[in-house]
Structures are given as structure tokens and as C-alpha cells.
């Protein structure tokens, strides 16, 4: 599968960006996604990550209540919702998917996915 982030952006502190990933292949709904992100001279993490059928979600601590990921598996597209960001979320973001069987949990841990996107830029000013 092939991944496309786009939605990135400028925005000041408090603002919203919303994230979009387009896949192309087949087999989307078998497929566990996440996005991660990366600050310069940082680690790659975990974001959010949402479970093939849409049914399960999973944040981390610092974004929880303010980012929602969700997923259309018909277009075959992941989405990020952004709310009340602030200069700590700058960051490259990238979505990721990662193969699973049934409905194994979604994983928190950049080795798990087995495609990228190209990631997308978000910065967010004070």
C-alpha cells in the first residue's frame, strides 16, 4: 500500500489542522493505521492509532482530548483531527500502516508498520 499525508500547515497556539492519509491498493480494512511525528532532533512517536475497522483508538497521553483519528475505509483515507494546538505539537507528521490479522490491538511502536507516507509538516506558532 501507498500512502499520501497532506493537511499541513501554519497555524498560532490554540488553533486546528486536520490530517489527511489517501492509501492506494487493495486491502485497506486490513490494515491497522497510526500517525507518528517527529521534532527535529527527536525520536519518531506514536500519535494516535485507530484499529482496521474503525472501532478502536488509541492516543498518546499528551494529545489525548484534543486529537481524533478516524478512517473511511471506503475512500480509503485516515484523517487527524488537530484542536487546541500548541508549539509542542510542531512536528513532521507521518501516517503508517501496519498488517494485522483480525483484530489484533494497534500498535504503539514505529518497527510494527510496515509502509510510510512521505509525512507532512505542522507548525504551530506561540
Known amino acids: 500500500v501507498q500512502l499520501q499525508a497532506s493537511g499541513g500547515g501554519l497555524v498560532q497556539a490554540g488553533g486546528s489542522l486536520r490530517l489527511s492519509c489517501a492509501a492506494s491498493?487493495?486491502?485497506?480494512?486490513?490494515?491497522?493505521m497510526a500517525w507518528f511525528r517527529q521534532a527535529p532532533g527527536k525520536e519518531r512517536e506514536f500519535v494516535a492509532g485507530?484499529?482496521?475497522?474503525?472501532?478502536?483508538?488509541t492516543y498518546t497521553m499528551s494529545v489525548k482530548g484534543r486529537f481524533a483519528i478516524s478512517r473511511n475505509n471506503d475512500r480509503k483515507t485516515v484523517s487527524l483531527q488537530m484542536n487546541s494546538l500548541t508549539p509542542e505539537d510542531t512536528a513532521v507528521y507521518y501516517c503508517?500502516?501496519?498488517?494485522?490479522?483480525?483484530?489484533?490491538?494497534?500498535?504503539?511502536?514505529?518497527?510494527?508498520?510496515?509502509?510510510w507516507g512521505q509525512g507532512t509538516q505542522v507548525t504551530v506558532s506561540s
Open positions: 503508517a500502516a501496519d498488517w494485522v490479522i483480525l483484530s489484533a490491538d494497534v500498535a504503539e511502536t514505529k518497527s510494527e508498520y510496515d509502509y
Open positions: 491498493g487493495r486491502s485497506f480494512d486490513r490494515y491497522n
Open positions: 485507530i484499529s482496521r475497522s474503525g472501532s478502536r483508538t
